[in-house]
């Protein structure tokens, strides 16, 4: 059996060993582990930063989500205080014509301040025989005073219904009136009333066929 140490390569593998042996020595292990701890340290700083970053964002969300709250909350009290007041403003001026229609004999109804809620056309004066006038405004009737002089649209004699002996405003408040059912009811009543005086008077005494009442 040949000694290993007297072989020629020998020598060599121990050189190697040795070579790397002093440079194992060289690095000192405490530094190497340093450095691996400084690196964690890094990487857990720059999680801390994002994660600051982060809280900082929800944080500014927060307030913005508070501050458009309250926004709402503003906006939703003046959206109630203006129906409020646009209510009360209605009652008003509905207070405010009616005391006017009272008061005054010489209105009419395209007077802005008088009639401010509705059509003229929609407004009707109903006469009747004790010259007492009703004034009917959208669905409210009030009664004026005991003048029968109103200010009429037009020619009286055009917007004056005989069969129902009333007096409207204009020709065409008549026009409506006259495809009611009460017109239409006065108008047959007028005729049977008619016929009948007609028929109560007896024969005509002259050549011709008697003549009925005109209207």
Do not use: W
């Not at 307030?63 to 409020?84: A, G, H, P, T, Y």
């Not at 004034?135 to 055009?158: Q, Y």
């Not at 409207?168 to 016929?195: A, G």
């Not at 005086?197 to 009925?212: K, L, M, V």
Request: with cysteine; hydrophobic share 25%; charged share 30%.
């Amino acid at each position: 059996m040949s000694d290993p140490v007297n072989e020629p390569n020998a020598g060599l593998s121990e050189n190697i060993l040795l070579q790397i042996l002093h440079k194992l020595n060289k690095l000192d292990k405490l530094d190497l582990l340093d450095e691996i701890a400084n690196g964690q340290k890094e990487i857990i700083q720059k999680l801390d930063k994002i994660d600051q970053k982060l809280d900082r964002q929800d944080q500014k969300l927060d307030r913005q989500s508070e501050k458009q709250d309250r926004q709402n909350e503003k906006l939703d009290i003046l959206v109630s205080l203006s129906e409020k007041l646009l209510v009360q403003k209605r009652r008003n001026d509905l207070e405010s014509a009616l005391n006017l229609v009272k008061s005054r004999k010489d209105f009419s109804t395209s007077d802005p301040v008088l009639f401010p809620f509705q059509d003229p056309s929609t407004v009707r004066i109903d006469s009747t025989k004790t010259k007492s006038t009703s004034l009917i405004v959208e669905g409210l009737s009030t009664v004026g005073d005991t003048s029968p002089e109103r200010p009429i649209h037009g020619s009286p004699s055009k917007s004056f219904c005989f069969p129902c002996d009333k007096q409207f405003y204009s020709e065409q408040v008549l026009k409506r009136h006259e495809k009611s059912p009460r017109h239409l009811d006065n108008i047959k009543r007028r005729r049977l009333d008619d016929n009948s005086s007609d028929t109560s008077a007896g024969p005509s005494t002259g050549a011709g066929p008697s003549t009925a009442k005109s209207q």
